[in-house]
């Protein structure tokens, strides 16, 4: 069994948010298998099938962000799943919008519900990871303010072809595992170069 948590917090006044962009591509990946979130574990939202040759388990804590760890930590117990075989999926202010990147372990990296995870797991930080970068806030904006923004228009349509490639990571992922995954997708994203050609 193989568990993928995508982050986010939930209710509809989130849902468009870019705190939420774990729980999209999570949703995302179910969508290309017709899985559906219809069982209730350990505090998450939670849908069961087959993907890349893998028996998985998709997780949207339902605990808000903050505490994901109260549902991710129990159901790796429950199902005795391995770190190597957990994949948590969130957003990251520090890469640029268009951006994803892999890493088969790590710090929480300031990001709470990370960290909320390796608390629950008593300090273990070695699962794989996938970042999904929303870039930093405009201005003087506070970071608390701009995640629990929805993301804007314009950003939509370059949104869509990010989840695509998050997506098919992950399905790497479990094909073929975390360096794989890695070496074909840890690369500039769109956004990265929409911003890199505006800056010209």
Same mark, same amino acid.
């Given at each position: 069994?193989?568990?993928?948590?995508?982050?986010?917090?939930?209710?509809?006044?989130?849902?468009?948010?870019?705190?939420?962009?774990?729980?999209?591509?999570?949703?995302?990946?179910?969508?290309?298998?017709?899985?559906?979130?219809?069982?209730?574990?350990?505090?998450?939202?939670?849908?069961?099938?087959?993907?890349?040759?893998?028996?998985?388990?998709?997780?949207?804590?339902?605990?808000?962000?903050?505490?994901?760890?109260?549902?991710?930590?129990?159901?790796?117990?429950?199902?005795?799943?391995?770190?190597?075989?957990?994949? +948590?999926?969130?957003?990251?202010? #520090?890469?640029?919008?268009? *951006?994803?990147?892999?890493?088969?372990?790590? /710090?929480? =990296?300031? &990001?709470?519900?990370?960290?909320?995870?390796?608390?629950?797991?008593?300090?273990?930080?070695?699962?794989?990871?996938?970042?999904?970068?929303?870039?930093?806030?405009?201005?003087?904006?506070?970071?608390?303010?701009?995640?629990?923004?929805?993301?804007?228009?314009?950003?939509?349509?370059?949104?869509?072809?990010?989840?695509?490639?998050?997506?098919?990571? +992950?399905?790497?992922?479990?094909? #073929?595992?975390?360096?794989? *995954?890695?070496?074909?997708?840890?690369?500039? /994203?769109? =956004?990265? &170069?929409?911003?890199?050609?505006?800056?010209?």
């Amino acid at each position: 069994m193989y568990l993928i948590a995508g982050l986010g917090n939930p209710g509809r006044k989130y849902a468009g948010n870019r705190h939420n962009v774990g729980f999209q591509c999570v949703q995302r990946l179910a969508a290309t298998r017709d899985l559906s979130f219809d069982q209730k574990l350990k505090g998450a939202e939670c849908a069961r099938g087959v993907i890349g040759g893998r028996q998985v388990i998709l997780v949207k804590p339902q605990t808000f962000m903050n505490e994901s760890g109260r549902s991710v930590a129990p159901i790796m117990s429950f199902y005795r799943i391995p770190l190597g075989q957990v994949l +948590v999926i969130y957003d990251d202010l #520090d890469l640029p919008f268009g *951006a994803i990147r892999l890493r088969p372990a790590g /710090g929480g =990296g300031g &990001h709470k519900g990370v960290q909320s995870i390796i608390e629950h797991l008593g300090g273990q930080r070695e699962f794989p990871r996938l970042r999904i970068g929303i870039g930093r806030p405009p201005g003087r904006m506070e970071p608390a303010a701009y995640v629990l923004q929805d993301f804007a228009t314009e950003e939509l349509l370059i949104l869509d072809g990010i989840l695509t490639r998050a997506v098919e990571a +992950v399905q790497v992922w479990l094909a #073929d595992g975390i360096d794989s *995954a890695m070496t074909h997708y840890n690369q500039s /994203g769109e =956004g990265e &170069h929409i911003r890199a050609s505006e800056s010209i």
